[in-house]
């Protein structure tokens, strides 16, 4: 079983559309939880980073942590066309603080 | 803030050829670098994290000899794929962390390197 669960997809939505995207994760010395998108040929970028549970807001993106049910989301809100790329859940462990990547979700948003 | 820059974006050699890449942290300081590779609709695959004024500490299955990393400075560290061939044709992604090993500050990420080897 992989530390890191998600779904890849590809996930193909109308533009406005909210999307919900997912990860679960096994290991429970995770602590620090990341979304990444990555569009095509292009090195991840930094969409969220939290270290609770709960949610956390940034614009149009929401990040929700669930530490019991080890269970991450990454919800879009008004999904645009630039919105379309990979996007990445990865999990922060270990004393060298390596990340564990989920295998990322293709998103692609309508116009 | 926390910009990471990767030199050169995209790179085509021919076989035996070695290719330097380099990737340098803009506005911090990194005690530690990573380096990843990324074959198509797969997620990154660590292959080695990169130290300052030590010795990299290399995943299971990547050979050291063939993936030389030099981390002589606070903001750059290089990969040289010494006698590329073609099965070494990849995108590599560098990424970095200000505040070192232990810091809990999430990695950033430089815009890879796409090699081509003929």
């Known amino acids: ?111 | 803030g926390a910009v990471v820059s990767q030199h050169p974006s995209w790179v085509i050699c021919k076989s035996g050829t070695s290719v330097k890449i380099e990737c340098r942290s803009l506005d911090f300081q990194a005690t530690t670098m990573f380096w990843y590779r990324q074959f198509p609709k797969q997620s990154l695959m660590l292959m080695a994290t990169s130290n300052e004024g030590s010795k990299a500490t290399y995943e299971q299955g990547v050979e050291k000899d063939k993936f030389l990393i030099n981390h002589a400075s606070l903001t750059l560290s290089t990969l040289t794929v010494t006698s590329a061939h073609p099965e070494d044709s990849s995108f590599y992604i560098c990424s970095a962390t200000p505040g070192g090993t232990r810091s809990n500050q999430p990695q950033h990420f430089g815009d890879g390197t796409r090699l081509s080897i003929l």
């Open chain 1, 1 to 111: 079983q992989k530390e890191v669960e998600q779904d890849p997809g590809p996930l193909s939505v109308p533009e406005g559309a909210i999307v919900s995207l997912n990860c679960t994760y096994s290991n429970s010395a995770f602590q620090y939880f990341m979304w990444y998108r990555q569009y095509s040929r292009k090195g991840p970028e930094l969409l969220m980073y939290t270290y609770s549970s709960g949610n956390k807001e940034d614009g149009r993106f929401t990040a929700q942590v669930d530490k019991s049910s080890k269970y991450i989301s990454l919800f879009i809100r008004d999904s645009q066309p630039s919105d379309s790329a990979t996007y990445l859940c990865a999990n922060l462990s270990g004393s060298a603080r390596q990340l564990t990547f989920g295998s990322g979700t293709q998103l692609t948003v309508l116009p």
